[in-house]
């Protein structure tokens, strides 16, 4: 597995990461089986959060034997120093660990969070206090799309990685001028959501299709990510063998892209756009019990793949249908993609209703 210098942190990470958000959809065991195998094909650094369910517990209980064989990233979407605290303390217990090699704050998006944040009774400062108890060995942010927060946040020299949504299909802020900027200024880049939430490649479920999303395969979406001259390695979510297979594929040395492959990618992408959902499920919990991502995907494969068939027969095996929605809004409020979740759900139930 290809290695590369997280930042000023100096980690040596394995280009490809373990995303662990998928892991509370499978069970202990196949979570052990897939953990362990990760680390025995080279995988060193896996990434969990507080809001990820069961991620970390399963993470602890597969590999507190192996704890001295892979970089621990975990993270809570508190902005205040006490909220930070409890949560550094849960996480730790959770993972059955002493101490985080990296620890970030979580989802950093709104101007009046990130000032809360690095305020002396914010997230930042107990942070800073794991760091010199020995809890958290370095810290950084996640973030998604708000560029004059991410900005912010570099520039303050107190965070030492950056966890950025970046794929073939985001917004080209992040490649010329948020990227770079975090480099410059030290940080090690970590890229969330390599495959767009599953755009990208093969979707989950064992659903065959009939190609990939537009004709881009999960390997070259990687191999784009990670051929980045400024990102040092990719999270991708993880829940079967095969797929941790094939990302490790990547990381042991797939080439680079090349120019043909480059602009076919690029016209895949064109295609494709940028306004959709990326299952990250921020949206959630819904107060209707609308499982929104399910739906959205749902949506997608009817739209994407011409699949109005399959995607009608899940649509009937849903509890909550999308027009329970009573446009409250509150989705949309947290959606860090800014998508028109209830107009979406309006047309979820026109169309597979």
Not at 85 to 100: E, M, P, Y
Not at 113 to 124: I, M, Q, R
Not at 234 to 253: D, F, T
Request: proline content about 4%; glycine content about 10%; some cysteine.
């Amino acid at each position: 597995m290809q290695k590369r210098t997280l930042g000023k942190t100096g980690l040596e990470v394995s280009i490809i990461g373990f995303g662990g958000i998928k892991l509370p959809q499978i069970d202990g065991k196949a979570a052990t089986k897939l953990l362990n195998r990760a680390i025995d094909d080279g995988i060193n650094f896996l990434d969990s959060a507080r809001g990820y369910g069961d991620s970390e517990e399963k993470i602890g209980n597969a590999l507190s034997g192996r704890r001295g064989e892979f970089y621990l990233c975990s993270k809570a979407m508190a902005y205040d120093r006490a909220e930070m605290a409890a949560s550094i303390d849960a996480s730790l217990k959770a993972c059955k660990t002493d101490h985080f090699d990296l620890y970030l704050i979580h989802n950093l998006r709104r101007p009046a969070d990130f000032d809360l944040a690095v305020s002396e009774d914010g997230a930042l400062a107990a942070l800073e206090e794991a760091r010199t108890a020995g809890k958290v060995r370095h810290i950084g942010f996640s973030s998604h799309r708000i560029k004059e927060t991410m900005v912010k946040a570099i520039e303050t020299g107190r965070f030492e990685a950056a966890m950025l949504s970046y794929n073939m299909l985001n917004d080209e802020l992040l490649d010329e001028d948020i990227i770079p900027l975090a480099r410059g200024k030290g940080l090690g880049v970590i890229a969330m959501k390599p495959l767009a939430g599953g755009v990208l490649g093969a979707p989950p479920l064992g659903l065959k299709l009939p190609g990939s999303a537009f004709g881009i395969s999960a390997r070259e979406a990687l191999r784009f990510v990670v051929s980045h001259p400024a990102v040092t390695l990719a999270i991708p979510g993880m829940m079967r063998l095969q797929e941790l297979a094939e990302n490790v594929e990547v990381g042991k040395g797939l080439p680079g892209l090349s120019p043909e492959e480059l602009a076919r990618l690029s016209e895949a992408a064109e295609a494709l756009g940028r306004d959709f959902c990326r299952s990250c499920h921020y949206c959630m919990p819904c107060e209707q019990g609308i499982r929104i991502p399910v739906l959205m995907r749902h949506l997608a494969y009817c739209k994407m793949y011409g699949l109005e068939k399959w995607a009608r027969g899940r649509y009937r095996m849903v509890e909550t249908k999308a027009d329970a929605c009573v446009r409250c809004g509150k989705c949309e409020e947290k959606c860090p993609y800014n998508l028109p979740i209830m107009d979406r759900l309006a047309e979820v139930h026109a169309l597979l209703g």
